[in-house]
């Protein structure tokens, strides 16, 4: 298979030639299928039971007044259903492989292995390797395996049809939709999704911005942040309610820039007119449940898996020497948080937020255990077992203020896509130059709008 031909269209009459085009063509779709309708009322008698049902559903679903709410509706279901039911599977897999870990320090014990080996191979390449499962593995098969009923229920295309306009608008077409919506599960998914639009350049522009949707591995710093500054703010009892709700403005806010970008792509170094997003619905049927989760666990939740433990596990190992390694007194890791300091500080961040990013650059799973290092000056990783623990070090111990945690999670949501999504996009592209453009896209967005949010919030003199 050849990499994607993104070579833009000469501008003038040929562009102007190709839209009036495919406007005829999408006119002679329509007509078509209003003839077919019109000859099969004449001719088909039916004689079983009828579907009317299905078309009054199918009103509903793409309704301009409720097509949008029961999407919203749906998609937080299915968020809430892999948040809440992941946390029981994902607390009883890390105890599981952390009881691993412990077994694999006594091998080394009875080995007399020396403390540096130990240090490598156990508490910087296994246990990078286990977090990364632990916190992977149990909402990639919720999320998947959900998405995955939908589809083969019918609703999935239904999306499409609803946000279809919007991403008209941005110069792309409605299955971008369909991509997005399984970056939220995982990034690099998202990428392999993109598979099913026909055009390269809008299939290169939904690669470019699938990133802005947070995955399942930016889901736990999103949380534990907004429970710690949103949920206090909240009125008693509200809470929990107050801090999901900033996690789906924050989701929105993605969203949104996805459009935005798509948009500015569209017009520029991907310039093109969109092609005709021709959807003939599927009839809305029982899943196969069975089938359908099987096949979402081995064709996606493992695909994906494997390949994030293959780039993460070598990076814990460059973590650890990182934090290990000495120079003047200070370890590598310190001196590298001091020479981002004044570039963290402009984006309303600190060297050691803007370093944990960057390290976290195999798995966004490792970004927060890897601050916690930096600020304790642990020569592991490391991780808290209590939100108020991690208040206590953030707010008192590193002078965190809502702005802080405002522009690490917008930093967070919009920065580039990690090692497993780059590898994704360099294996479906077949060209490292776009690989490359798809980190340095989100990055220099995620740079703007954390910089211009601190500068206005400090103007104002809000912090």
Not at 419 to 435: H, V
Request: glycine share 8%.
């Amino acid at each position: 298979m050849s990499g994607i031909n993104t070579a833009p269209p000469e501008a003038g009459p040929g562009v102007v030639n190709e839209a009036h085009q495919l406007e005829i063509r999408d006119r002679i779709v329509k007509t078509i299928y209003r003839e077919a309708e019109a000859i099969a009322a004449r001719v088909v008698r039916q004689t079983g039971p009828h579907r009317d049902w299905e078309h009054k559903v199918d009103d509903i679903l793409t309704s301009r007044l409720l097509g949008f709410p029961i999407m919203f509706l749906l998609l937080g279901l299915a968020f809430w259903i892999t948040l809440v039911g992941a946390n029981y599977p994902s607390q009883l897999l890390a105890k599981a492989l952390f009881w691993g870990e412990e077994r694999l320090s006594e091998v080394f014990v009875r080995l007399d292995a020396p403390p540096w080996l130990h240090g490598l191979v156990v508490t910087g390449v296994y246990r990078t390797a286990a977090w990364v499962v632990s916190v992977m593995l149990p909402p990639m098969a919720i999320f998947f395996s959900i998405f995955a009923l939908l589809e083969d229920l019918g609703y999935l295309p239904r999306v499409a049809f609803n946000i279809d306009p919007l991403f008209k608008m941005a110069g792309t077409q409605g299955k971008q939709a369909l991509t997005m919506s399984m970056g939220f599960g995982c990034n690099a998914a998202g990428v392999m999704a993109c598979r099913i639009i026909e055009s390269p350049r809008e299939r290169l522009i939904a690669i470019l911005t699938n990133n802005f949707v947070p995955c399942n591995g930016r889901f736990p710093t999103l949380i534990a942040l907004t429970s710690i500054f949103v949920g206090p703010a909240a009125a008693p009892g509200f809470s929990s309610l107050a801090a999901s709700f900033t996690v789906v403005g924050l989701i929105l806010a993605g969203i949104l820039i996805t459009l935005l970008t798509s948009w500015l792509l569209s017009r520029t170094i991907l310039k093109g007119v969109p092609t005709t997003f021709t959807l003939e619905l599927p009839p809305l049927r029982l899943p196969q449940v069975g089938r359908v989760l099987v096949r979402s666990v081995l064709d996606r939740t493992l695909f994906v898996l494997a390949r994030a433990v293959t780039v993460a596990a070598p990076a814990g190992a460059v973590v650890w020497l990182l934090a290990n390694i000495s120079f003047e007194g200070q370890s590598l890791l310190a001196r590298g948080a001091g020479l981002l300091e004044p570039f963290g500080r402009a984006l309303g961040l600190d060297g050691f937020i803007l370093l944990a990013f960057i390290l976290g650059l195999p798995a966004n799973e490792i970004v927060l255990p890897i601050l916690l290092m930096g600020y304790l000056s642990a020569g592991t990783m490391v991780e808290v077992d209590s939100l108020n623990v991690l208040q206590n070090i953030l707010v008192h111990g590193h002078g965190w203020t809502w702005l802080t945690a405002l522009c690490t999670m917008l930093f967070s949501l919009l920065h580039f896509p990690c090692g497993t999504t780059l590898f994704t996009i360099q294996r479906e592209t077949k060209s490292i130059r776009w690989a490359v453009w798809a980190a340095v896209i989100p990055l220099a967005v995620a740079g703007l709008v954390c910089f211009a949010v601190a500068q206005t919030v400090r103007s104002l003199g809000l912090v």
